[in-house]
């Protein structure tokens, strides 16, 4: 059996994704900056385009900026607030342990130009508290930045609820939504956010585009300069066929929405599952999760070596976020709720498509059981545990 459960790390275009692009790569494959009719063609299929994205978020079409990706769009927007803030003497930012490392350094290269970051602590259950938030806040905060759901560990953060102390406060909010677009339902006018980054690969649309929605009158700094495009926000010819497909695939996502209870529902029994192995844990919040994400620790073991021996199996999953996959350092997700190094190397994400079956949950159940028994039956680590030389974590 052939199983894909790594939907956090891409996802497959839809069929009806890459019909939308392909009239775009062919005879419509105008410049929508031209004058002339071809042109015009292009450009009346990127508005409309924008329309159908900013439908899908509860926006306003004027505050959606086609990007690359979520990780330009991340930039972009602390970018834009940090500069907006020093302009008015405002050089505090907050945000959170877990982001995603589009965040994070683009935090570090603020505080190398003279800017305070306040990372708040998640706790066990990766979960941002909103009273801390709130505490965290000072006449100098120029910006606060919270994902929306965390790209390894799935869990969701309230918000709405921060949007709301945010703009009580009167201070610029923006959320990395990259994991949640197109899995959960999000209105941006109702959850206070200013501004919100998005990727299209993560909900069956192509790599290589996405967005960033800015509240209209939030004032942008060009990461690309060169041209008028996107309102002067971002210079170069916009990618119509990868905008197209975006579209198309945003809203058949946002209309499986309702049918994501049954997702939730297979996550849960796989959890299940894997929490009968002994000494594994879940990671991140129950219940406060994607409706696809489930991610696990097993002590004794390497996290390298359960996916490769998975992948012979034919299951494809990660051990965290793409974007780090070569690194040798335990997720900073994880540390950051409190595993340990150790217990960190050992562990398991798997993300669900829209089409995972119950026959393909038990599947990874019982392939999951037998690689982590295989491994641990040689493993000098697993060995001392059970012999007591060292202390089980889990």
Not at 14 to 25: D, G, I, T
Not at 160 to 170: A, L, M, T
Not at 234 to 242: C, I, K, M, S
Request: aromatic letters at 4%; hydrophobic letters at 45%; a negative charge.
């Amino acid at each position: 059996m052939q199983i894909y459960a790594d939907n956090a790390a891409t996802t497959r275009m839809s069929p009806e994704a890459v019909a939308a692009m392909l009239p775009y790569l062919e005879e419509n494959f105008g410049n929508p900056s031209s004058l002339y009719a071809a042109g015009q063609r292009a450009r009346e299929a990127l508005e409309a385009a924008r329309e159908k994205v900013a439908r899908c978020i509860g926006a306003d079409p004027r505050g959606i900026v086609f990007t690359s990706g979520g990780s330009e769009a991340d930039n972009q927007a602390l970018l834009s607030a940090a500069a907006l803030g020093q302009k008015a003497g405002k050089r505090h930012i907050v945000s959170d342990a877990i982001e995603h490392h589009a965040v994070l350094h683009t935090l570090k290269k603020l505080e190398k130009d003279g800017f305070e970051v306040t990372l708040l602590p998640v706790h066990e259950n990766g979960v941002v508290r909103p009273a801390e938030l709130e505490a965290a806040l000072r006449d100098d905060t120029c910006l606060v930045s919270i994902m929306y759901a965390n790209n390894e560990i799935g869990t969701i953060q309230p918000i709405r609820e921060i949007g709301g102390i945010c703009r009580r406060r009167g201070v610029p909010f923006h959320t990395d939504a990259v994991q949640a677009v197109g899995h959960l339902p999000i209105d941006v006018r109702a959850d206070g956010v200013t501004m919100l980054s998005a990727s299209a690969h993560k909900f069956h649309g192509p790599k290589g585009v996405g967005f960033l929605y800015a509240a209209p009158g939030t004032p942008l700094v060009n990461l690309i300069e060169g041209g008028a495009q996107e309102r002067g926000k971002r210079a170069g010819t916009e990618n119509v066929p990868g905008v197209v497909a975006m579209s198309v695939a945003l809203e058949q996502a946002v209309g499986r929405l309702p049918a994501h209870a049954a997702l939730a529902a297979l996550r849960d029994r796989l959890i299940a599952g894997l929490a009968e192995i002994p000494h594994a844990a879940l990671n991140g919040d129950a219940e406060k999760r994607l409706p696809s994400n489930v991610n696990f620790c097993f002590e004794g073991i390497e996290g390298e070596s359960l996916l490769l021996m998975l992948d012979d199996l034919g299951i494809c999953a990660s051990s965290g976020s793409a974007c780090t996959s070569g690194s040798l350092d335990p997720s900073h997700v994880l540390l950051a709720i409190g595993r340990v190094h150790d217990v960190a190397h050992g562990s398991l994400r798997l993300t669900l498509g829209d089409d995972a079956t119950e026959q393909q949950v038990d599947y990874i159940v019982q392939a999951v059981r037998q690689v982590v028994a295989q491994l641990r039956s040689f493993s000098p680590v697993w060995r001392d545990l059970t012999a007591g030389k060292t202390p089980f974590i889990l």
